[in-house]
């Protein structure tokens, strides 16, 4: 039930203020509908009874008076014979005005039939003035009432009058009542729903877009006063993270540019070292440390590419990357599928990929590259034939500075920031990083993205 | 040119500066070595200089407007040092008229390399290599962007290149129609990145054809010259 409300319910705001307004105007609509509906039929059934009552009781004083009796009534000694549709309705209500009029009836018997009564002469004007001449046509014929009333026992009267046929339907009227009462309320409702919902998409939209990418546009400042407020309140604090991002930036500049200069004068020097061996390490030393300040630069700036996201054949560039491998000598295959495209940044695609095949190298022996879209992903796998990691090592594998320890490859050297740079590329690109232990026996690692 | 090339080193950093005038002369180079632009300058005007090695980051005039200067004012090759790693630093040297570039800390073996490619260039009177300069080109349909080392068919959708092809669709893209050969090809591409262009010309021939033919045994574009070696057969555009 709860699940189904939820799935039924308008999410927005405004959404639920509108349902919420529109149900509760559409209970009071039937309330006082219902109200006006009682108070109408006891009206009609007045009008019904009324003409034959006041004759009956006008025909009864008569009587008892001795005087003439001038309306068409007829007395009788027995319950008299009529056929037709009875109307207990109608029966309750003359009761109670009989009674009203100091004349209570032992029994009321009220029959409506389809014989045509002559119309009085105030009606049949009142019916010319409102163009109401073809009820015929209309099918809505007045019909007969008989009345008869047993006002001593064993002592009948009875009367006839016209029945007014059914009034027009009262239905329609309400319908047309609520569509006026719901256009009068939830026009302006929803109007100002807009106004509020759509700074408030703007904001959400906008917090989304800096979570997703880390660059957002300043939202417009527009809507009612306290939702304006809180635009200004955020475009403030998004200009003060920018501040600071770009502070972040011109640090890690700095501190790249700082390193990397007494690291070359450090290489220069190393080529008067006489021993080869020696300077080869030494070199090799100098190498991997400026690789790692390369990767602690590229992480650090995570998030904050200026790389525009393009059309990309993901293939290709697996096909791009595995060749580079390739004219080094590396172990690296690609295995060729279906040409894949991909709305990517394919220099940080490239990256990515070139740490995962790095890693297999590393601690699989070789690697393997495909490419493949799936399920409504794409995803670029690249396998190892190596140990894999356990299980409950996978999580921290993806962390800075952390390191596998193989026993096989113990002087790999790197700062441990591969995968975490990868997956801080996966998350700019709304995708993930996805380690996975084959059932065959190495690593498969997905870079898995959305289309 | 005098057998002993000379050269003009431009670096603030003393640490630097030293040890890699040491190490060039080691290399049978004649080295000046000084600290700034301005000094530079004065040497440039004095001395005939052969090739200058010039730091980006300098304080006071830096090294992409004396770059600037030096290819206004004559024809000396520049090769630019830089601690920078981004993308966009090396495009704008190469913008400024240097004839190549080297990434701090860098191995100054393969510094004296680019030195000897240079000098080699100069010497067979080739033309000055042809530097990536963030320029794009288009041709049959396809554009090659520089900066980003992939071609982009007509849907806007990108073909990444890997490092040997997209040297070789550049040179290609900067000499259509040109019959080159395979050694000329080799030279001209060899001079970027040394080391990764191991594999044979012809291989990587056929791995660019299968990107951009529609019918990589019938080529339309890059075409076998019998006897000679291969020729872009198209318009190129540079945007």
Known sequence: MKALLRRFLPHSLAGQIILLVAVALLVAQMISFS?????????????????????????????????????????????????????????????????????????????????????????????????????????????????????????????????????????????????????????????????????????????????????????????????????????????????????????????GHDLRTPLASLRVRTESVEDEGERARMSETIEEMNRMLDDILALARAGRSMEPVQKVDLSALADAVVEDFLELGEPVGLIEGERVIGSVRPQLIRRALRNLIENAIKYGDRAHVTVVAEDGRLRIAVRDEGPGIAEDRMEEMMQPFTRMESSRNRETGGAGLGLALVRAIMAEHGGTLRLANRPDGGLEASLILPV | MTDRPHLLLVDDERSIREPLAQYLQRNGFRVTAVENAAEARTRLAANAIDLVILDIMMPGEDGLSLCRHIRETGDIPVILLTAKSEETDRIVGLEMGADDYVLKPFSPRELVARIKVIFRRVATGGQRVTAPDGASYAFAGWVLKSQERTLVDKDGVSLPLSTAEYNLMLAFATRPNQVLSRDQLLDITQGREANAFDRAIDNQISRLRKKIEIDPKNPALIKTVWGGGYTLSAEVRKL
Do not use: C
Request: no cysteine.
């Open chain 1, 35 to 255: 109200m006006i509906y009682r108070e109408r039929q006891r009206q009609i059934l007045t009008g019904a009874a009324a003409p034959a009552v006041v004759r009956i009781v006008d025909a009864l004083d008569r009587s008892a008076a001795g005087q003439d009796i001038r309306s068409r009534v007829t007395f009788s000694t027995s319950k008299p014979v009529l056929r037709g549709e009875r109307r207990p309705d109608i029966e309750r209500r003359a009761a109670d005005m009989l009674a009203d009029f100091q004349e209570p009836a032992l029994q009321v018997i009220a029959i409506a039939d389809d014989v045509p009564m002559r119309a009085n002469r105030w009606r049949a004007l009142r019916e010319r003035a409102h163009g109401d001449h073809d009820h015929d046509r209309r099918g809505r014929r007045d019909k007969r009432l008989t009345m008869a009333v047993e006002y001593q026992a064993g002592k009948w009267v009875s009367v006839q009058s016209r029945l007014d046929s059914d009034p027009p339907r009262f239905g329609g009227w309400l319908i047309a009542q609520t569509i006026i009462l719901y256009v009068i309320v939830l026009l302006p409702l929803a109007w100002i729903g807009r106004r509020l919902a759509r700074p408030l998409k703007d904001l959400s939209g906008s917090a989304q877009q800096f979570a997703a990418s880390g660059s957002a546009d300043p939202v417009e400042e527009r809507g009612p006063g306290d939702v304006r407020e809180l635009t200004t309140a955020f475009n403030a604090m998004r200009a003060r993270i920018f501040a600071m991002l770009d502070e972040k930036d011109r640090m890690l500049g700095a501190i």
